[in-house]
């Protein structure tokens, strides 16, 4: 089982940046896409974000576009999560994850298929 350890978060005022970073144990991280996830308060948690096994091919919900990059570094077992222009409604704990499916290609990401998880950390953005 991969373990999945997020840092970064903190509270930043309306316009400001952060950036998230998840370290993963093991050896086969560059297999699989990643995935950036955050449930704020009184919500659904909802996808923020994938990047390809490979780092070339992202996704990103309609939310963050333009404002939020997904990156990642093979050879440090981490993926980062840039984040610019933040909105309070950016508020929520962001948990980073691991898809279950080998070298994946598709589009199509459903909660259900990531099966490691990070314990979250928390950003806050004041207004």
């Known amino acids: 089982q991969v373990q999945l350890v997020e840092s970064g978060g903190g509270l930043v005022q309306a316009g400001g940046s952060l950036s998230l970073s998840c370290a993963a144990s093991?050896?086969?991280?560059?297999?699989?896409?990643m995935a950036w996830f955050r449930q704020a308060p009184g919500k659904e948690r909802e996808l923020v974000a994938t990047?390809?096994?490979?780092?070339?091919?992202?996704l990103y919900s309609d939310s963050v576009q333009g404002r939020f990059t997904i990156s990642r570094d093979n050879a440090k077992n981490t993926v980062y999560l840039q984040m610019n222009s933040l909105k309070p409604e950016d508020t929520a704990v962001y948990y980073c994850?691991?898809?279950?499916?080998?070298?994946?290609?598709?589009?199509?990401?459903?909660?259900?298929?990531?099966?490691?998880w990070g314990q979250g950390t928390q950003v806050t953005v004041s207004s």
């Open positions: 093991g050896r086969t991280f560059s297999m699989y896409v």
């Open positions: 994850a691991k898809d279950r499916r080998v070298y994946y290609t598709g589009s199509n990401y459903r909660e259900a298929d990531f099966d490691s």
């Open positions: 990047i390809s096994w490979g780092g070339a091919g992202t």
